[in-house]
Nanobody
Framework: QVQLVESGGGSVQAGGSLRLSCAAS????????MAWFRQAPGKEREFVAY????????SYGNSVKGRFTISRDNAKNTVYLQMNSLKPEDTAAYYC????????????????WGQGTRVTVSS
């Protein structure tokens, strides 16, 4: 069992930056591949970024490539999402998730989810 708690959301103007954190507790954190998803009001949940347990393999959704950076610190049981050059269309609730499936980019492949943290980007 893994418990995930996101933090770092808030309101920012377009072009600004935020860093989200996801703290994990429970079983050995490094065995889990981690991801960030987001869900805007009235829209389906969208894949944002993925990182393997070792941190060696990373992938991003097309809409955030070049602007967002995922990273993890296994010593702190935490995964991060650095979000730069934010746009109003990045407004959403952001969720971190944990999976033991390699290269998992679909929400159905994730067993554990946080409660979400809200990001609002104004123009």
């Amino acid at each position: 069992q893994v418990q995930l708690v996101e933090s770092g959301g808030g309101s920012v103007q377009a072009g600004g930056s935020l860093r989200l954190s996801c703290a994990a507790s429970g079983r050995a954190f490094s065995i889990y591949n981690m991801a960030w998803f987001r869900q805007a009001p009235g829209k389906e949940r969208e894949f944002v970024a993925y990182i393997t347990g070792s941190g060696r393999i990373i992938s991003y959704g097309n809409s955030v490539k070049g602007r967002f950076t995922i990273s993890r610190d296994n010593a702190k049981n935490t995964v991060y999402l650095q979000m730069n050059s934010l746009k109003p269309e990045d407004t959403a609730a952001y969720y971190c998730a944990a999976s033991q499936v390699f290269n998992a980019v679909y929400e159905g492949q994730y067993q554990y989810w946080g409660q979400g943290t809200r990001v609002t980007v104004s123009s």
